[in-house]
């Protein structure tokens, strides 16, 4: 199984909501990744997770929270974002070092 | 962080071999060259990658100078299911997990 699997695939959420979008996967990788991508724009790193441990913050603010509970999954807490958040956001995982694996990504729009 | 430089756009025929460059003038010794391509709607998807050697596999060639300043992403003939954004990227397993995107090059494929 070399899938990356993202849910739900499509979010709309209220500036005062409180959600969570959820990554799995079943390869044993130690790496796991939280991207944001804009429209016509490359993917921007989040967050990185290494052996379940945050390892990477790129300056995220603190609406965005993560949360990797074992080793096979990953999530992103949102709370209080703005419009301008809307986006998708992508999951990836790898061994580090080797080839990544994204999923398709959770379209969010923020009303 | 070793910058990669990639031009914007270009284009191919159908059935035609397709050479992708990219720059890295600053890459380390223990920079590995990947390659990924994102189609629309999906997320990206991991094409190849090498250290110092040219690479071979069952997507794409990878061809990497000498001094490792520049590497060339080769499809040997192009679909139009090719036709993508590619991004080079450059990773340092051993200092991080890191996967940085640049803008990578928007590939059309002529009929």
């Known amino acids: 199984d070399t899938e990356v699997t993202q849910t739900p695939k499509h979010l709309v959420m209220g500036m005062t909501n409180k959600k969570s979008l959820k990554c799995e996967q079943h390869?044993?990788?130690?790496?796991m990744y939280w991207y944001k991508q804009k429209a016509k724009k490359p993917p921007e790193l989040m967050f990185v997770y290494s052996y379940e441990k945050l390892s990477i913050n790129e300056s995220v603010p603190s609406r965005f929270s993560p949360e990797c509970p074992n080793s096979s999954l990953l999530n992103l807490h949102l709370h209080a974002l703005q419009p301008e958040d809307s986006a998708l956001y992508l999951c990836?995982?790898?061994?580090?070092?080797?080839?990544?694996?994204f999923g398709q990504g959770t379209r969010l729009t923020v009303v | 962080d070793a910058k990669t430089t990639q031009p914007n756009s270009m284009e191919s025929n159908e059935e035609e071999p397709v050479h992708l460059p990219c720059n890295h003038s600053?890459?380390?010794?223990?920079?590995?060259i990947h390659w990924y391509r994102q189609l629309p709607s999906q997320g990206p998807e991991y094409v190849i990658h090498?250290?110092?050697s040219n690479v071979n596999n069952r997507m794409a060639s990878l061809a990497i100078a000498e001094d490792r300043k520049s590497s060339t992403l080769i499809l040997h003939r192009a679909t139009l299911r090719d036709a993508a954004v590619y991004y080079c990227i450059l990773t340092t397993p051993t200092r991080d997990d890191k996967i940085i995107f640049g803008k990578g090059t928007r590939l059309h494929i002529l009929p």
């Open positions: 990836a995982s790898s061994h580090g070092g080797e080839q990544a694996f």
């Open positions: 090498g250290l110092t």
């Open positions: 390869m044993g990788h130690r790496a």
């Open positions: 600053t890459i380390s010794g223990t920079d590995y």
